[in-house]
Nanobody, 120 residues
Framework: RVQVVESGGDSVTAGGSLRLSCTIS????????VGWFRQAPGQGREWVACDRRLSYASYTASVEGRFTISRDNAKKALYLQMSSLTTEDTATYYC??????????????WGQGTQVIVSS
């Protein structure tokens, strides 16, 4: 059974930094693309960053240059380092895995989410 568990969400002030972590068990982690998604209150879910294996990373435009995705295949872990946070980054962040070449679709396994609140 695949388990996806996020952690690291917190309340921070604008301009601050935060690091999210995710562990994924029950699958061959290195064989999967992994990504971070977020859903702000009252809005739909959007993809934030993905790593399509071999550390080929992509970012949505609004976080480019501020967020960094990384993975540790040995630990079956995924991370999202977030800096220069703004109130627009307030959302529940989800970790996901899938055998996909797309950053927006094709993710089959999802965590329960971790909340990030950025205050001004």
């Amino acid at each position: 059974r695949v388990q996806v568990v996020e952690s690291g969400g917190d309340s921070v002030t604008a301009g601050g930094s935060l690091r999210l972590s995710c562990t994924i068990s029950g699958l061959t982690f290195a064989d999967y693309a992994v990504g971070w998604f977020r859903q702000a209150p009252g809005q739909g879910r959007e993809w934030v960053a993905c790593d399509r294996r071999l550390s080929y990373a992509s970012y949505t435009a609004s976080v480019e240059g501020r967020f960094t995705i990384s993975r540790d295949n040995a630990k079956k872990a995924l991370y999202l380092q977030m800096s220069s946070l703004t109130t627009e980054d307030t959302a529940t962040y989800y970790c996901a895995a899938g055998k996909t070449f797309s950053c927006a679709t094709g993710f089959d396994y999802w965590g329960q989410g971790t909340q990030v609140i950025v205050s001004s």
